[in-house]
């Protein structure tokens, strides 16, 4: 959680949503990532979403040998939906975050994505069952620290965000 | 294809009802109800569950019964998997309860029953009523955008529902595009699309087919997303000044965030603000405001 508290800090230096995140494999980091929505002007490029890419980048896109249900993922906040989703899909290991996202969290905040699993885009509902796989979540670690960053980061609000969607100072991460 | 015109549909329902959540309950007397509830409320908050009613009263038998909430049944993606280690894996014959909850139950001397309920509240008074059959649900007139939606959609132009038919039209041409890649060995959902568009200029600017086969995560959405991304950092290059902000001058303007006394760093702050105020005032934010026309194929299986 420290790497991934540490590339949070890098994504503050870039003008960034300060959230960093490290995925772990046979006791080794085997991908590390931040968020960068502001530099690509892509609101899905989550810590988490970049740290996958690079992971399956290295793996040259083979799923197989990513081998994510080996992996456990360290995010300094609560993935969001999206992201919650992404991992389902992906079978991943245990998965530990810092803060709490209580505007987007998939994980328990918002929509409960860990437990319910995911379907793939075009299932029907009665269908998600069938694929249902969930996540293994521990929140709270080093959450002090997590927050503090998104703090700074907010006091000013995000530099590229127009004025409506400025949010206050002390309010949740985007 | 001949679309029909636009209509309103909820969040977290469909023609097949509501999506279910299983939740252990019990049946006690009602003066048991008072201490149960009292004790349950800090045991176990409702937490995402708060729009079911906690307790009602079961009017088949007699003596009367109070029906209470005690918690969801937890319940493991993959019972096989080592990670889960079986602890929080509920069954009909042995319920898995939280110990605070385990000890009220064992002092109840009732069996915990499980009951399927609606996992989410209702968006329309309609599914209100529907869904309250399955187990009483508080109303709540949803502040959500959902709501705004059903205000709205009624009063949509002929032209407003004509450029919308327009733009469903086009993402569906582009799906059926995708059905030659129907064989692929990934077995991956093609025939997914999607299309954003700009409202205001009533014009596509971004459209993306599923690439699941290239990538696990790369859904016609995601895609879609990356392409008007992608648009947005040509017509809107990134600002030199952006760039050339010395990492000193970042240091300082970031560590005096909190300070309104470091006039150095707020001022650096308050120039920096303004730089980016009119440098981006006629770009849009990400894909904020844009509209997302989707078609999504049942024909594919995500697999692997
Ligand atoms: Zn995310």
């Given at each position: 959680?420290?790497?991934?508290?540490?590339?949070?800090?890098?994504?503050?230096?870039?003008?960034?949503?300060?959230?960093?995140?490290?995925?772990?494999?046979?006791?080794?980091?085997?991908?590390?990532?931040?968020?960068?929505?502001?530099?690509?002007?892509?609101?899905?490029?989550?810590?988490?979403?970049?740290?996958?890419?690079?992971?399956?980048?290295?793996?040259?896109?083979?799923?197989?040998?990513?081998?994510?249900?080996?992996?456990?993922?360290?995010?300094?906040?609560?993935?969001?939906?999206?992201?919650?989703?992404?991992?389902?899909?992906?079978?991943?290991?245990?998965?530990?975050?810092?803060?709490?996202?209580?505007?987007?969290?998939?994980?328990?905040?918002?929509?409960?994505?860990?437990?319910?699993?995911?379907?793939?885009?075009?299932?029907?509902?009665?269908?998600?069952?069938?694929?249902?796989?969930?996540?293994?979540?521990?929140?709270?670690?080093?959450?002090?620290?997590?927050?503090?960053?998104?703090?700074?980061?907010?006091?000013?609000?995000?530099?590229?965000?127009?004025?409506?969607?400025?949010?206050?100072?002390?309010?949740?991460?985007? | 294809?001949?679309?029909?015109?636009?209509?309103?549909?909820?969040?977290?329902?469909?023609?097949?009802g509501p999506q279910l959540v299983d939740v252990w309950t019990v049946s006690v007397l009602p003066q048991q109800t008072h201490m149960l509830v009292g004790k349950l409320a800090t045991a176990a908050p409702l937490g995402s569950l708060q729009h079911l009613k906690r307790v009602w009263k079961t009017t088949a038998g007699t003596p009367v019964k109070m029906r209470i909430i005690l918690c969801r049944v937890l319940q493991p993606p993959d019972a096989a998997r080592p990670d889960f280690g079986g602890a929080a894996v509920s069954t009909a014959a042995?319920?898995?309860?939280?110990?605070?909850?385990?000890?009220?139950?064992?002092?109840?001397?009732?069996?915990?029953?499980?009951?399927?309920?609606?996992?989410?509240?209702?968006?329309?008074?309609?599914?209100?009523?529907?869904?309250?059959?399955?187990?009483?649900?508080?109303?709540?007139?949803?502040?959500?955008?959902?709501?705004?939606?059903?205000?709205?959609?009624?009063?949509?132009?002929?032209?407003?529902?004509?450029?919308?038919?327009?733009?469903?039209?086009?993402?569906?041409?582009?799906?059926?595009?995708?059905?030659?890649?129907?064989?692929?060995?990934?077995?991956?959902?093609?025939?997914?699309?999607?299309?954003?568009?700009?409202?205001?200029?009533?014009?596509?600017?971004?459209?993306?087919?599923?690439?699941?086969?290239?990538?696990?995560?790369?859904?016609?959405?995601?895609?879609?997303?990356?392409?008007?991304?992608?648009?947005?950092?040509?017509?809107?290059?990134?600002?030199?000044?952006?760039?050339?902000?010395?990492?000193?001058?970042?240091?300082?303007?970031?560590?005096?965030?909190?300070?309104?006394?470091?006039?150095?760093?707020?001022?650096?702050?308050?120039?920096?603000?303004?730089?980016?105020?009119?440098?981006?005032?006629?770009?849009?934010?990400?894909?904020?405001?844009?509209?997302?026309?989707?078609?999504?194929?049942?024909?594919?299986?995500?697999?692997?």
């Open positions: 959680m420290n790497l991934a508290l540490a590339q949070a800090k890098e994504a503050l230096a870039c003008d960034e949503v300060p959230i960093g995140c490290v995925i772990v494999r046979d006791g080794q980091v085997v991908a590390t990532g931040r968020n960068a929505t502001n530099a690509t002007h892509n609101a899905t490029r989550h810590a988490e979403m970049v740290t996958i890419d690079q992971m399956l980048a290295e793996a040259s896109g083979n799923l197989a040998a990513a081998r994510f249900s080996e992996c456990e993922l360290y995010v300094t906040c609560e993935p969001c939906i999206m992201c919650a989703g992404a991992l389902c899909l992906l079978r991943f290991g245990p998965v530990h975050y810092g803060c709490v996202n209580t505007r987007f969290g998939g994980c328990g905040s918002v929509l409960d994505v860990h437990q319910r699993g995911c379907g793939a885009c075009g299932l029907a509902p009665g269908e998600l069952a069938h694929s249902h796989k969930g996540l293994s979540v521990t929140g709270g670690l080093m959450e002090a620290e997590a927050i503090d960053l998104l703090r700074k980061f907010y006091m000013t609000g995000n530099p590229k965000a127009p004025r409506p969607h400025r949010p206050l100072a002390g309010t949740s991460p985007a | 294809m001949q679309l029909e015109g636009p209509r309103f549909v909820a969040a977290h329902g469909s023609e097949h042995e319920p898995h309860l939280p110990p605070a909850l385990a000890q009220l139950v064992s002092d109840l001397a009732i069996a915990p029953e499980q009951a399927a309920v609606p996992a989410h509240a209702p968006q329309t008074r309609e599914q209100w009523a529907e869904w309250s059959q399955i187990w009483p649900i508080t109303w709540r007139q949803p502040e959500s955008t959902a709501m705004y939606l059903a205000q709205q959609a009624p009063q949509l132009t002929q032209q407003e529902q004509e450029g919308m038919r327009r733009h469903m039209q086009r993402v569906w041409d582009l799906s059926g595009c995708t059905t030659s890649a129907a064989g692929s060995s990934e077995g991956a959902a093609v025939g997914n699309a999607c299309i954003i568009v700009d409202p205001v200029a009533g014009e596509a600017v971004a459209q993306g087919v599923d690439e699941t086969h290239a990538h696990p995560l790369r859904h016609a959405a995601m895609v879609a997303i990356d392409a008007a991304a992608q648009r947005d950092l040509l017509l809107w290059p990134p600002s030199p000044a952006d760039a050339e902000e010395q990492p000193a001058a970042k240091e300082q303007r970031l560590e005096g965030q909190g300070s309104v006394h470091d006039s150095t760093a707020a001022a650096s702050a308050h120039a920096h603000a303004a730089e980016c105020a009119t440098s981006h005032s006629e770009k849009p934010y990400l894909c904020t405001g844009w509209d997302c026309y989707l078609v999504v194929s049942r024909r594919g299986r995500y697999r692997h």
